[in-house]
């Protein structure tokens, strides 16, 4: 298939309001056109050495920063473990670091997301946990959106007894633009289950999360 028409997945369970896939993909050369109209209206000139190449190593940068769109982050979590000795108790999978952009302003966000679930008989292999995190960083977001579609997926997917998120991260347009408040860090949370609850079960993911840390 066309690499350029490849399926996208930008539908996610907890957002009817998104378009169904596949949403029409402009070329290649259509989408270097418009980073060379970019680079002419901030004021340089496309044609020059250093920049003749640019629209280029944007567009295949853009599809790695992007790539989350053609992810269908519930497929991995198909696999899944029972060999577990009978543990039922929480898993956290903590500081999985990341980077998006936010919907607004096209500029990076990054951080640091903590998930933990309560399984149910089976348990999921813990990459898979931080794939899920790049398959929906990888794409324009609000944190809120980030941490929300996380934390559906986790639980309409494995079903566990609990699913706890938070989200610490910066964003750079408040810090290199607008209002300029470098070292602002915005955090979100949002739980499921036994972690929504209950809240001395919340209180320990809050603990775990501190653990070990002076
Ligand atoms: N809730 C939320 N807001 C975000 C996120 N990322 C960026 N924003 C905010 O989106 C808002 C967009 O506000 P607008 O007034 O439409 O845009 P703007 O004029 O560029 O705003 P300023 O950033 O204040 O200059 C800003 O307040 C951003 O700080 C996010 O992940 N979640
Ligand atoms: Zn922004």
Known sequence: MDASVAPLFPKAKDDPSQPPAPVARPSRAEAEAAVRTLIAWTGDDPA???????????????????????????????????????????????????????????????????IAYVPVDRVVGLSKIARIVDAFARRLQTQEHLTAQIITTIDDVLKPRGVAV??????????????????ASTLTTQFTGVFRDDPAEQARFMTLLRQGRG
Do not use: N, W
């Open 166 to 183: 938070l989200i610490e991260a910066e964003h750079m347009c408040m810090t290199m633009r607008g209002v300029q408040k470098a070292g």
């Open 48 to 114: 020059r050495e250093g920049l003749i190449d640019t629209p280029a190593r944007v567009v295949k940068a853009y599809e790695e920063l992007y790539r989350g769109y053609r992810e269908d982050a519930a497929a991995f979590l198909e696999r899944t473990f029972s060999e577990t000795g009978g543990y039922d108790d929480m898993v956290l999978v903590r500081d999985i670091p990341f980077h998006s952009h936010c919907e607004h302003h096209m500029v990076p966000f990054f951080g640091k997301a903590h």
